[in-house]
């Protein structure tokens, strides 16, 4: 080491106290870039799953530059002394100078700390919906759905948020806490139907369907239920019914993971379709403008 240490004090005329620093600081990263390089191997060989290796490589980045930066920190500061004073200077000034910059890597712990979301959760920020696909010191990326597409499905972009939104805006995860969602089918039919018999195969076609998720919905609310405050007193699917200007309006409530909201509501809507086609006192209904000449009406002895 010391003969390192003289070969580059001579080849970059630096005095020999700098040259052994920097040789230091050399080693510092060659050693944590080989040990890093050697973990990472090693979890490769024994794991094919995507999220294993990239918690592994996230975490081994993050511990080895934080590793890196104490030990170099004391080959170049004598004693922690000076360089607790230093790094307080040094922070101040970041916090002044680059404040959104210190406010992105504060919300990136406390995002590691409280796990408000984690990777392949899917989110909504401020306007942007989507699933995370990486978290980083600075920001997160979002792979977007919705915008332009329908029932929340991917557009294909990537985006990137500043971590310091988590400070500012409403989060709201779709994925933990409680893993379902509820979703909403209206169905208006004209008045001159039959809505109760309409409502009758509603509730049929959508408590019984394959992927009815009742059961799975309470075992999921009583594991919510431990962390969060959450209650509801209704979580089999119903149907409930209103009255718009063109006709009955059925709504049809169920519960569905997140990411199946469109694959979901077609199947219902195709049984629905079906069902209806086969009943003639029941009809879709639609807009509609209906003129009333008194004269005719009156003699044909009709109510207007």
């Not at 050399?26 to 490769?44: H, K, P, Y």
């Not at 930066?69 to 307080?88: H, K």
């Not at 040094?90 to 910059?101: E, M, N, P, T």
């Not at 990777?119 to 010191?137: F, W």
């Amino acid at each position: 080491m010391e003969t390192l240490a003289l070969w580059v004090s001579t080849v970059t005329n630096v005095g020999l106290d700098t040259a052994r620093k920097l040789v230091h600081t050399g080693a510092i990263v060659l050693f944590l870039w080989a040990a890093r390089a050697l973990i990472l191997r090693f979890v490769w060989s024994r794991s094919d799953d995507a999220a294993t290796r990239y918690g592994w490589r996230k975490v081994t980045g993050y511990v080895a530059v934080a590793a890196g930066a104490l030990a170099i920190a004391r080959v170049w500061f004598t004693g922690f002394g000076s360089f607790a004073t230093f790094a307080g200077l040094v922070s101040a000034g970041l916090a002044i100078a680059l404040r959104d910059i210190v406010a992105n890597l504060a919300a990136w712990i406390f995002i590691v700390w409280r796990r408000p979301f984690v990777v392949g959760d899917r989110i909504q920020i401020a306007e942007h919906i989507g699933d995370v696909i990486d978290i980083r010191a600075f920001q997160f990326s979002l792979m977007e759905v919705g915008r332009w597409v329908d029932a929340d499905q991917s557009t294909g972009r990537v985006l990137h948020i500043p971590n310091g939104l988590v400070l500012t805006q409403t989060v709201a995860n779709y994925s933990r806490g409680f893993p379902y969602i509820w979703n909403e089918i209206p169905v208006l039919i004209t008045f001159e139907s039959n809505w109760k018999k309409a409502k009758e195969i509603l509730l049929e076609i959508v408590a019984n369907r394959p992927e009815a998720l009742s059961e799975r919905a309470e075992q999921a609310l009583r594991e919510a239920s431990k962390k969060f405050f959450i209650r509801y007193p209704i979580l089999t699917p119903t149907v409930y019914t209103g009255v718009r200007e063109s006709g009955v309006l059925l709504t049809l409530r169920y519960l569905c993971p997140p990411r199946r909201r469109r694959g979901t509501e077609q199947t219902i809507w195709e049984a629905i379709l079906d069902a209806f086609a086969a009943e003639s006192d029941i009809d879709f209904a639609y807009p509609t403008t209906r003129f009333y000449r008194g004269s005719e009406e009156r003699q044909a002895g009709e109510r207007p």
